[in-house]
């Protein structure tokens, strides 16, 4: 195997060695618009990897002919053109199920800490402020309704976890799924649940999902959790709910625009809301194996040899 791969973002260290100690594999890396145009000048560039911030549309793509492989250091590929490149032949890799333990943990900690309205309570002790914890008010989640849209891998494990904690669990998804909670509309999941949870790929017919329509369907005084991508949630529909009083809370580690344009963005500053940069995967353990399983599919699908399964993602009715 000879092959140049062309890296868009840094990976993990024991990934970077892995490439390194690879014989016959040339790194060459594009981390920014300067140094990528000049790695687009080495011909015979096999493979693309990227995490979440790269992007790879058409025109990169027309700008590398020899391309067989665009990897993403994750799972979602909102950020690759899945269908361009399924119809010029060129394989679409992730890292299947890579996050799905540390997204579900982010999400059951930011759905505590919204429902205990603990950062109040941990700011109030460091601020000197002991004797207001008269003036504290949280819930538990014990007997609440959690709603999950998308029961896939990460739904299905906070789903595990939320009923731990004597949560009772509805979903909605876009196929029926082999789990032992009542599968609804999404209406119906809205109107009946305490806590909703957003764990769905960003597509054309989830963008914009929850927006004012979706919003005004929830119980008053409900909390809205997203850990999946921040344009599912119409952001100026959300600050409004939050304003009426209609939501409850917000507790999210993405947004529509990231980093927000502003630091003084309303979202961000709500008391309503607990906002973290998109760390949900950035845990030593997941990160390192998001992009080890990244690199090591990537070689092997070059290499001639059989990837892990299901880690290549294309749209077989494109490539046929």
Partial sequence: MSAKILLLETLAEEAMEILESTEEVEVIMGLDESSLQAALKSNDISAIITRGKGQVRAPLMDQIPSLKIIARAGVGLDNIDVNEASKRGIKVVNAPNSNANTIAEHTISLMLNLQRNLFTAFTM????????????????????????????????????????????????????????????????????????????????????????????????????????RGKIIDQKALLNALDSGKLGGFAGDVLAVEPPEADDDPLIKHPKTLITAHVGSLTKTTYTQMCTMTVENTLAILSGREPMENCIFNRKELTE
């Fill in 125 to 228: 002790v460091k601020e000197g402020r002991w004797n207001d914890r008269g003036k504290y008010v949280g819930d538990e989640l014990h007997g609440k309704t959690l709603g999950i849209l998308g029961m896939g891998n990460i739904g299905k494990k906070v789903a595990r976890i939320a009923e731990a904690f004597g949560m009772k669990i509805c979903y909605w998804s876009a196929f029926k799924e082999a789990v032992p909670y009542p599968n609804l509309s999404l209406q119906e999941v809205l109107e009946n649940s305490d806590v909703v949870s957003l764990h769905l790929p960003l597509t054309q017919d989830t963008e914009n999902l929850i927006n004012e329509n979706a919003l005004g369907q929830l119980k008053p005084g409900a909390l809205l959790i997203n850990t999946a």
